[in-house]
Protein backbone atom coordinates (compact mmCIF):
# COMPACT_ATOMS: atom_id res chain seq x y z
CA UNK A 1 0.00 0.00 0.00
CA UNK A 2 2.57 2.34 0.57
CA UNK A 3 4.28 1.59 -2.63
CA UNK A 4 1.24 3.54 -3.90
CA UNK A 5 1.49 6.43 -1.61
CA UNK A 6 3.54 9.32 -3.03
CA UNK A 7 4.43 10.82 0.15
CA UNK A 8 5.55 7.66 2.25
CA UNK A 9 7.62 6.55 -0.75
CA UNK A 10 10.14 8.28 -2.87
CA UNK A 11 9.87 6.35 -5.86
CA UNK A 12 5.77 6.36 -6.18
CA UNK A 13 5.90 10.27 -6.09
CA UNK A 14 6.49 10.05 -9.81
CA UNK A 15 4.15 7.85 -11.09
CA UNK A 16 0.96 7.82 -8.14
CA UNK A 17 -1.68 10.83 -7.55
CA UNK A 18 -3.07 12.08 -4.52
CA UNK A 19 -5.72 14.55 -3.96
CA UNK A 20 -6.76 16.79 -0.95
CA UNK A 21 -10.06 17.41 0.10
CA UNK A 22 -11.06 20.67 1.91
CA UNK A 23 -13.42 19.61 4.58
CA UNK A 24 -11.75 20.46 7.88
CA UNK A 25 -11.80 24.23 7.94
CA UNK A 26 -11.38 24.98 11.59
CA UNK A 27 -8.09 24.46 13.73
CA UNK A 28 -8.24 24.07 17.66
CA UNK A 29 -4.82 25.34 18.44
CA UNK A 30 -2.61 28.27 16.96
CA UNK A 31 1.02 27.61 15.56
CA UNK A 32 3.06 30.98 15.43
CA UNK A 33 3.99 30.12 11.75
CA UNK A 34 -0.06 30.29 10.71
CA UNK A 35 -2.06 32.86 9.72
CA UNK A 36 -5.89 32.00 9.96
CA UNK A 37 -6.78 35.08 8.93
CA UNK A 38 -4.75 35.32 5.83
CA UNK A 39 -6.10 36.18 2.48
CA UNK A 40 -3.76 34.94 -0.75
CA UNK A 41 -6.90 33.06 -2.27
CA UNK A 42 -5.22 32.82 -5.88
CA UNK A 43 -1.87 31.97 -4.48
CA UNK A 44 -0.43 28.47 -5.24
CA UNK A 45 1.26 28.82 -1.78
CA UNK A 46 1.69 26.26 1.38
CA UNK A 47 -2.10 25.80 3.04
CA UNK A 48 -3.73 27.87 0.40
CA UNK A 49 -7.08 26.69 -0.85
CA UNK A 50 -9.93 28.25 -2.79
CA UNK A 51 -12.66 26.30 -1.06
CA UNK A 52 -13.92 24.25 1.59
CA UNK A 53 -16.40 21.07 1.03
CA UNK A 54 -19.19 19.27 2.59
CA UNK A 55 -18.58 15.25 2.47
CA UNK A 56 -21.04 14.36 -0.11
CA UNK A 57 -19.51 17.79 -2.54
CA UNK A 58 -16.21 15.94 -1.94
CA UNK A 59 -16.92 12.78 -2.54
CA UNK A 60 -18.52 13.96 -5.59
CA UNK A 61 -15.33 15.94 -6.39
CA UNK A 62 -13.39 12.47 -5.60
CA UNK A 63 -15.35 11.20 -8.64
CA UNK A 64 -14.84 13.84 -11.18
CA UNK A 65 -11.14 13.72 -10.27
CA UNK A 66 -11.32 9.93 -10.41
CA UNK A 67 -12.39 10.28 -14.06
CA UNK A 68 -9.59 12.61 -15.12
CA UNK A 69 -6.51 12.46 -12.97
CA UNK A 70 -4.79 8.79 -13.76
CA UNK A 71 -2.86 6.52 -11.05
CA UNK A 72 -4.75 8.35 -8.39
CA UNK A 73 -4.60 6.34 -5.24
CA UNK A 74 -4.44 8.24 -2.24
CA UNK A 75 -7.44 10.53 -0.99
CA UNK A 76 -5.78 13.24 2.03
CA UNK A 77 -7.64 15.39 4.46
CA UNK A 78 -5.30 18.21 5.27
CA UNK A 79 -7.61 21.02 6.15
CA UNK A 80 -7.65 23.46 5.73
CA UNK A 81 -7.37 23.60 9.67
CA UNK A 82 -6.90 20.23 11.41
CA UNK A 83 -8.83 16.91 10.20
CA UNK A 84 -9.34 15.83 13.83
CA UNK A 85 -11.00 19.33 14.95
CA UNK A 86 -13.52 18.52 11.89
CA UNK A 87 -14.03 14.96 12.87
CA UNK A 88 -17.31 14.23 11.91
CA UNK A 89 -16.85 15.66 8.30
CA UNK A 90 -13.55 13.95 8.27
CA UNK A 91 -15.15 10.65 9.07
CA UNK A 92 -18.37 11.29 6.77
CA UNK A 93 -16.12 12.16 4.13
CA UNK A 94 -13.78 8.91 4.50
CA UNK A 95 -17.35 6.63 4.77
CA UNK A 96 -18.50 8.05 1.95
CA UNK A 97 -15.20 7.87 -0.41
CA UNK A 98 -15.52 4.34 1.00
CA UNK A 99 -18.55 3.35 -0.14
CA UNK A 100 -17.96 4.97 -3.67
CA UNK A 101 -14.30 3.03 -3.88
CA UNK A 102 -13.07 0.64 -1.59
CA UNK A 103 -9.57 0.81 -3.25
CA UNK A 104 -8.63 4.17 -2.24
CA UNK A 105 -6.04 4.43 0.52
CA UNK A 106 -6.99 7.33 2.62
CA UNK A 107 -4.30 9.74 4.31
CA UNK A 108 -5.06 11.86 7.60
CA UNK A 109 -3.13 15.00 8.78
CA UNK A 110 -3.24 16.40 11.59
CA UNK A 111 -1.93 18.29 14.51
CA UNK A 112 -2.48 15.57 16.67
CA UNK A 113 -4.32 17.10 19.60
CA UNK A 114 -7.59 15.28 19.71
CA UNK A 115 -5.75 11.69 18.51
CA UNK A 116 -6.74 10.08 22.26
CA UNK A 117 -10.11 10.69 21.06
CA UNK A 118 -10.61 9.56 17.47
CA UNK A 119 -7.40 7.20 17.18
CA UNK A 120 -9.44 4.44 17.64
CA UNK A 121 -11.79 5.50 15.18
CA UNK A 122 -9.34 5.95 12.72
CA UNK A 123 -8.29 2.45 12.96
CA UNK A 124 -11.45 1.15 12.39
CA UNK A 125 -12.39 2.97 9.65
CA UNK A 126 -9.50 1.35 8.25
CA UNK A 127 -7.21 4.43 7.30
CA UNK A 128 -3.58 3.40 7.56
CA UNK A 129 -1.30 6.64 6.85
CA UNK A 130 -1.63 9.69 9.18
CA UNK A 131 0.38 12.64 9.44
CA UNK A 132 0.95 14.41 13.11
CA UNK A 133 3.33 17.35 13.21
CA UNK A 134 5.48 17.28 16.23
CA UNK A 135 7.72 20.33 16.39
CA UNK A 136 9.41 19.17 20.40
CA UNK A 137 9.06 17.36 23.14
CA UNK A 138 8.96 19.56 25.79
CA UNK A 139 6.70 22.48 26.85
CA UNK A 140 8.92 24.99 26.93
CA UNK A 141 10.03 25.17 23.89
CA UNK A 142 6.43 24.60 22.52
CA UNK A 143 5.12 27.40 24.30
CA UNK A 144 7.25 29.23 21.76
CA UNK A 145 5.88 27.88 18.94
CA UNK A 146 2.09 27.49 20.08
CA UNK A 147 0.16 30.48 21.55
CA UNK A 148 -2.78 28.56 22.73
CA UNK A 149 -4.48 25.07 22.65
CA UNK A 150 -8.54 25.02 22.69
CA UNK A 151 -8.59 21.54 24.40
CA UNK A 152 -12.60 20.07 24.86
CA UNK A 153 -13.90 23.24 25.46
CA UNK A 154 -11.23 25.39 27.07
CA UNK A 155 -8.04 27.73 26.03
CA UNK A 156 -4.81 26.87 27.65
CA UNK A 157 -2.13 29.06 26.52
CA UNK A 158 1.40 28.98 26.54
CA UNK A 159 3.53 26.04 27.95
CA UNK A 160 0.47 24.82 29.66
CA UNK A 161 -1.58 24.53 26.55
CA UNK A 162 1.79 22.80 24.74
CA UNK A 163 2.01 20.35 27.72
CA UNK A 164 -1.50 18.83 26.22
CA UNK A 165 -0.57 19.00 22.73
CA UNK A 166 2.59 17.63 23.08
CA UNK A 167 1.59 14.86 25.72
CA UNK A 168 -1.63 13.93 23.45
CA UNK A 169 0.20 13.91 19.86
CA UNK A 170 2.61 11.05 21.58
CA UNK A 171 -0.13 8.74 23.07
CA UNK A 172 -1.52 9.22 19.86
CA UNK A 173 1.29 8.25 17.56
CA UNK A 174 1.97 5.37 19.78
CA UNK A 175 -1.48 3.82 19.48
CA UNK A 176 -1.86 4.32 15.76
CA UNK A 177 1.62 2.70 15.33
CA UNK A 178 0.72 -0.24 17.36
CA UNK A 179 -2.43 -0.29 15.70
CA UNK A 180 -0.74 -1.08 12.24
CA UNK A 181 -0.68 2.86 11.01
CA UNK A 182 2.01 4.29 9.32
CA UNK A 183 2.36 7.49 11.08
CA UNK A 184 4.99 10.06 9.25
CA UNK A 185 5.65 12.85 11.42
CA UNK A 186 6.28 16.04 10.39
CA UNK A 187 8.32 18.68 12.06
CA UNK A 188 8.81 22.40 11.28
CA UNK A 189 12.76 23.39 11.95
CA UNK A 190 12.31 27.03 13.01
CA UNK A 191 15.99 28.35 13.82
CA UNK A 192 16.61 29.22 17.37
CA UNK A 193 13.21 27.94 18.33
CA UNK A 194 13.07 24.32 17.52
CA UNK A 195 16.38 23.32 15.43
CA UNK A 196 18.40 21.85 18.32
CA UNK A 197 15.91 19.67 19.20
CA UNK A 198 14.69 17.96 16.17
CA UNK A 199 17.31 15.16 16.44
CA UNK A 200 15.40 14.47 19.60
CA UNK A 201 12.25 14.27 18.50
CA UNK A 202 13.38 12.46 15.52
CA UNK A 203 14.15 9.61 18.58
CA UNK A 204 11.03 9.86 19.89
CA UNK A 205 8.83 9.68 17.42
CA UNK A 206 10.96 6.05 16.59
CA UNK A 207 10.36 4.60 19.88
CA UNK A 208 6.99 5.23 19.72
CA UNK A 209 6.76 3.68 16.85
CA UNK A 210 6.33 6.39 13.74
CA UNK A 211 7.47 4.86 10.42
CA UNK A 212 9.04 8.05 8.59
CA UNK A 213 9.91 12.23 9.37
CA UNK A 214 9.93 15.03 6.78
CA UNK A 215 12.00 17.68 9.04
CA UNK A 216 10.42 20.74 6.72
CA UNK A 217 11.34 24.17 6.26
CA UNK A 218 9.79 26.97 7.84
CA UNK A 219 7.75 29.34 4.93
CA UNK A 220 7.34 32.72 7.27
CA UNK A 221 3.68 33.71 6.43
CA UNK A 222 2.87 37.10 5.83
CA UNK A 223 0.97 38.14 9.24
CA UNK A 224 1.80 35.39 11.41
CA UNK A 225 4.29 35.51 14.63
CA UNK A 226 6.95 34.45 12.42
CA UNK A 227 6.74 36.54 9.53
CA UNK A 228 9.87 38.03 10.20
CA UNK A 229 11.99 35.00 10.83
CA UNK A 230 14.55 33.98 7.97
CA UNK A 231 12.90 31.39 5.95
CA UNK A 232 15.01 27.76 6.98
CA UNK A 233 18.21 27.39 4.92
CA UNK A 234 18.27 24.88 2.75
CA UNK A 235 21.65 23.84 3.48
CA UNK A 236 20.90 23.28 6.94
CA UNK A 237 17.61 21.62 6.41
CA UNK A 238 19.72 18.89 4.58
CA UNK A 239 22.44 18.51 7.36
CA UNK A 240 19.47 18.20 9.42
CA UNK A 241 17.92 15.92 7.55
CA UNK A 242 21.78 13.91 6.84
CA UNK A 243 21.66 13.91 10.46
CA UNK A 244 18.39 12.49 11.50
CA UNK A 245 18.65 10.14 8.76
CA UNK A 246 21.10 8.29 11.23
CA UNK A 247 18.12 7.19 13.78
CA UNK A 248 15.65 6.90 11.37
CA UNK A 249 13.99 7.10 6.64
CA UNK A 250 13.68 10.82 5.87
CA UNK A 251 11.22 11.71 3.55
CA UNK A 252 12.97 14.80 1.45
CA UNK A 253 10.48 15.56 -1.37
CA UNK A 254 7.30 17.06 0.62
CA UNK A 255 6.35 19.91 -1.59
CA UNK A 256 4.20 21.34 1.23
CA UNK A 257 1.57 21.59 -0.92
CA UNK A 258 -2.48 22.94 -0.40
CA UNK A 259 -5.11 21.86 1.48
CA UNK A 260 -6.62 20.96 -2.33
CA UNK A 261 -4.20 20.13 -3.96
CA UNK A 262 -4.51 17.45 -6.87
CA UNK A 263 -2.25 15.27 -9.20
CA UNK A 264 1.58 14.23 -9.02
CA UNK A 265 3.17 15.94 -5.86
CA UNK A 266 5.20 17.76 -8.77
CA UNK A 267 2.14 19.11 -10.46
CA UNK A 268 -0.74 20.37 -8.75
CA UNK A 269 -3.71 20.51 -11.10
CA UNK A 270 -6.17 21.93 -8.39
CA UNK A 271 -7.48 24.64 -10.47
CA UNK A 272 -8.63 22.81 -12.84
CA UNK A 273 -10.87 21.17 -10.18
CA UNK A 274 -11.94 24.18 -8.69
CA UNK A 275 -15.89 24.25 -7.70
CA UNK A 276 -16.78 26.73 -5.22
CA UNK A 277 -15.50 30.37 -4.99
CA UNK A 278 -13.14 31.23 -3.00
CA UNK A 279 -12.43 30.93 0.38
CA UNK A 280 -9.99 29.66 3.36
CA UNK A 281 -6.59 27.42 3.36
CA UNK A 282 -3.96 25.58 5.47
CA UNK A 283 -2.70 23.05 5.13
CA UNK A 284 -0.68 18.97 6.22
CA UNK A 285 -1.06 18.28 9.85
CA UNK A 286 -0.23 22.16 11.39
CA UNK A 287 2.66 21.76 9.55
CA UNK A 288 3.80 25.57 8.53
CA UNK A 289 0.59 26.59 6.85
CA UNK A 290 -0.91 29.60 6.00
CA UNK A 291 -4.96 29.68 6.69
CA UNK A 292 -7.15 32.40 6.59
CA UNK A 293 -10.16 31.37 8.71
CA UNK A 294 -11.49 33.84 10.62
CA UNK A 295 -13.22 31.44 12.67
CA UNK A 296 -10.22 29.51 13.65
CA UNK A 297 -9.96 28.40 17.50
FE1 LIG B 1 -1.56 14.68 1.69
FE2 LIG B 1 0.14 14.76 3.66
FE3 LIG B 1 -1.17 12.54 3.10
FE4 LIG B 1 0.70 13.40 1.47
S1 LIG B 1 0.67 15.69 1.53
S2 LIG B 1 -2.08 14.41 3.83
S3 LIG B 1 1.00 12.72 3.59
S4 LIG B 1 -1.34 12.69 0.87
FE5 LIG B 1 2.95 15.07 1.05
FE6 LIG B 1 2.05 17.44 0.56
FE7 LIG B 1 4.37 17.14 1.82
FE8 LIG B 1 2.11 16.60 3.04
S5 LIG B 1 3.91 16.52 -0.27
S6 LIG B 1 2.70 18.56 2.34
S7 LIG B 1 3.95 15.34 2.98
FE1 LIG C 1 -3.90 24.99 12.86
FE2 LIG C 1 -2.33 24.05 10.96
FE3 LIG C 1 -2.50 26.68 11.32
FE4 LIG C 1 -1.27 25.16 13.16
S1 LIG C 1 -0.60 25.49 11.02
S2 LIG C 1 -2.76 26.79 13.58
S3 LIG C 1 -2.48 23.27 13.11
S4 LIG C 1 -4.15 25.32 10.64
Known sequence: MTGRH????????????RMHLPVAPRCNIGCNYCNRKFDCVS????????????PEAARNKFLLVREKVANL???????????????????????????????V?????????????????????GVKHVTVTVNCLDSVTGSLIYRHVNYRGKVHRGAAGAEILLHNQQ???????????????????????????????????????AFITNIMPLVPAPGSVFQDYAPTDAAELDRMRDLCGQDMQQMRHCKQCRADAIGLLNEDRSREFDTAPAEPNAGCGGSNRTSKIAAAS
Not at 105 to 125: H, K, Q, T, W
Not at 186 to 201: A, F, H, L, Q, T
Request: aromatic share 6%; glycine share 8%; charged share 25%.
Open 43 to 54: ESRPGVTSEVLT
Open 105 to 125: IFCLSSNGLMLPDYAREIVEL
Open 73 to 103: SVVGIAGPGDALANWGSTRRTIELIKEADPE
Open 6 to 17: PCYSYEAHHKYA
Open 171 to 209: KGIEYLSRNGVLVKVNIVMVKGVNDDRIPEVVRRVKELG
